[in-house]
């Protein structure tokens, strides 16, 4: 690897030399006092100490690298095309409040979270022009300074101690070969060393005299930040009060109640379809019935409408239900009104049709559930509650044992076979573990739903 010559003089050769017999040969040079050492090190700390401090400055200003080297490229591009203005750091308070206008905007005003992500956007933009006025603060009056120490004071003092090393060696050099060279000769090179060495020395000591200015930059620094905060918390101040106003504000206005839409109600009793499916109906069943054939409920408590749409009762009124809209909301009639109502202010009473179907549809699946291999009288049991719990059925509905009647109910595929167990029931009673028990298996089998 070759050796840099740090000679600037015109013997460059001899310093070469000078310099590979130190490092190879471990020729000893001329040894600077103690003071200079010392000096020489502080001046390094403190040129090292400002190179670095300006690096984490720009990063804590502008920390994504990303950005910056983006902001970078563009200023360059923009001092090649003569361009005075360029765009400025991309700040993240103002990323965060472009997102929360859109989306207030987009809300609407009006609501009350999007009017309050409109007002914090506005308030997190404020947080990035003030974080841009910072930044403009902190460059002219921190980094430029701090910057110009590096590019002339900071650059002058480097090339002052690579001047004195060449011109050590090439004094080291020659002062070995005294006497093979020029008395003169010799002495210039001592005074170009002794001169080198002051000037370095001088440079160095300047450099750490203005350490009142550079702790007066830094005292801008501090300065520029506490202005910073203080805007940062006016404008956080103030959008927290507005906040909070909100807030009450929202907390003092009545709750607007939901207005459900009725969704479709599924009737499989009153279904012209026969193919035995759930049938859906947008309104409620218009056949007539008694208050006993329908879904009714009692109030528990005392509700008054506050909103249109809504119906009022009084404690230990029976309302007739007229459609479920989920599950804490009920509509219903009582006294020539139908409204919306709270499930959690009545309790449903009874209601023949719906609960002789609940009962049907258990007595079937108890039966489909016995394996064949259980005893006779189990399978004669479930038959029973099956075939009177159909019957049952279809008389509270007010419907003849006919098989459209059962088409309504089970579909046409099953109808006949339950048509069948209703009307042959003694016959199903008597004669399950005699001649047609295993034929009424199949049969019955043939039922689920």
């Known amino acids: ?30 040894k600077l006092d103690e003071d200079f050492k010392d000096l020489e090190r502080k001046a ?21 690298p990303a950005s910056r080297a983006r902001l970078t490229m563009v200023n360059t591009m923009s001092k090649m095309r003569g361009q005075v203005m360029s765009p400025g750091y991309p700040q993240a308070e103002g990323l965060l409040g472009e997102c929360m206008l859109k989306y207030g905007r987009d809300m609407g005003e009006d609501t009350n979270f999007g009017g309050a992500l409109v007002e914090m956007g506005e308030a997190m933009k404020r947080l990035a ?13 921190f980094i430029d300074p701090f910057q110009t120490i590096v590019d002339k004071e900071l650059k002058d003092i480097q090339h002052y101690l690579k001047k004195l090393e060449g011109r050590r060696l090439d004094y080291d050099y020659k002062k070995k070969r005294q006497g093979k060279i020029p008395n003169e000769e010799l002495r210039q090179a001592a005074e170009k060393f002794e001169e080198s060495k002051e ?4 440079s160095m000591q300047n450099l750490l005299d203005t350490d009142v200015e550079q702790v007066s930059q830094l005292t801008a620094l501090v300065e520029s930040q506490l202005q910073f905060h203080r805007q940062s918390v006016e404008v956080l101040e103030e959008l927290a009060q507005r906040m909070r106003e909100r807030v009450n504000k929202a907390q003092s206005q009545p709750r607007q109640k939901r207005m459900p839409v009725s969704r479709p109600s599924f009737d499989c009793l009153d279904s012209e379809d026969s193919n035995g499916g759930w049938s859906p109906s947008a309104a409620p069943s218009s056949h007539p019935s008694t208050v006993t054939d329908q879904p009714c409920c009692k109030a528990l408590y005392d509700f008054e409408a506050e909103n249109d749409g809504e119906l009022g009762f009084c404690e230990g009124d029976v309302i007739t239900l007229t459609n479920q809209i989920d599950e804490n909301w009920f509509e219903g009639t009582l006294r020539g009104q139908t409204g919306l109502f709270p499930s959690n202010y009545v309790e449903v009473m009874f209601c023949h049709h719906l609960l ?30 099956l075939t009177v719990a159909t019957e ?18 089970f579909g046409y595929q ?10 042959q029931k003694k016959e199903i009673h008597t004669g399950l573990g005699q001649v047609e028990g295993e034929q009424m298996m199949t049969i019955l089998g043939e039922l689920s739903l």
């Open 44 to 64: 390094d700390v403190t040129s090292k100490a400002i190179s670095d401090v300006l690096c984490k400055t720009t990063e804590y200003l502008q920390p994504n």
């Open 414 to 423: 099953h109808s006949s076979n339950i048509f069948f167990c209703v009307q």
């Open 1 to 30: 690897m070759p050796i840099e010559s740090p000679c600037t003089d015109r013997s460059p050769d001899m310093c070469v030399f000078q310099l590979m017999s130190e490092k190879v040969g471990g020729a000893e040079g001329t």
């Open 129 to 141: 022009e003030v974080k841009d006025s910072l930044d403009i603060d902190v460059k002219q009056n």
């Open 392 to 409: 049952f059925h279809m008389m509270g509905k007010k419907n003849t044992m006919e098989v459209n009647g059962y088409h309504q109910v």
């Open 356 to 385: 002789t179907f609940t009962l049907l549809q258990t007595c079937m699946n108890v039966f489909l559930l016995l394996n064949t291999k259980e005893d006779i009288s189990k399978r004669m049991l479930a038959t029973k509650q």
């Open 199 to 202: 000037v370095a020395e001088t």
